[in-house]
């Protein structure tokens, strides 16, 4: 099946810095990803939509100053967390879909960052 | 707009218990429907999916569900829970445009005794 690695899968950084995640599709051309965020013990919140080539589509209330997403190649989309604060703390997962649609979304394995 | 419940926050099982997690949508064509795990600081690993055609479908490690129309519900069902199946379940709705993304259900956090 269609893998989906995500990196760094755990990342601490001190408050003020900014930390990116790399999002990529091993085994496929992935022409949209979607971002999330995971609050402890709670669902994924869809963040924003990354299309390849295009600017990304951020949800109601997500900062899309604050959280950078780039989708420059076919397998591989960005996720710039800026001037990190620790209320940025969190579990962000990604997950890829192929062009057409075949009902099915492939999750990386998460990044858990700290923010100091 | 799609929507997803799961009415159980957490539910404890004896290991080799039988185990069913519920899942409600609402939407207004034929959904897309999904079962999603989830173990402690990992990704979300595939189940079972749902588009059409026979409504009690089979998935990896034991797991089936049953589509039911009528009640709209998507419920996850194992005959003999194992100590490994300890982690979260999400629900999922997915829509046939595909413009956007899946509408996930809160979750159900699942313990097992030994």
């Known amino acids: 099946g269609a893998v989906v690695s995500q990196h760094p899968s755990r990342v601490i950084c001190k408050s003020g810095t900014s930390v990116k995640i790399e999002c990529r599709s091993l085994d496929f051309q992935a022409t949209t990803m979607f971002w999330y965020r995971q609050f402890p013990k709670q669902s994924l919140m869809l963040m924003a939509t990354s299309n390849e080539g295009s600017k990304a589509t951020y949800e109601q209330g997500v900062e899309k100053d604050k959280f950078l997403i780039n989708h420059a190649s076919l397998t591989l989309s960005t996720l710039t967390v800026t001037s990190a604060h620790p209320e940025d703390s969190s579990f962000y997962i990604c997950?890829?879909?192929?062009?057409?649609?075949?009902?099915?979304?492939?999750f990386g394995e998460g990044s858990r960052l700290t923010v100091l | 707009a799609q929507s997803v419940t799961q009415p159980d926050i957490h539910i404890t099982v004896s290991e080799g218990a039988s185990l069913e997690l519920r899942c409600n949508y609402s939407?207004?064509?034929?959904?897309?429907l999904f079962w999603y795990v989830q173990s402690p600081g990992q990704g979300l690993q595939l189940l079972l999916k749902y588009f059409s055609g026979d409504t009690l479908v089979q998935g990896i490690k034991g797991f089936e569900a049953e589509f039911k129309r009528s009640q709209s519900s998507f419920n996850l069902r194992k005959p003999s829970v194992h100590w490994s199946d300890a982690a979260e379940y999400f629900c999922a709705v997915g829509a046939e445009n595909y413009g956007q993304n899946f509408v996930f259900g809160p979750g159900t956090r699942l313990s097992v005794l030994p």
């Open positions: 997950s890829a879909r192929t062009g057409e649609f075949t009902g099915e979304l492939f």
């Open positions: 939407y207004g064509a034929t959904p897309y």
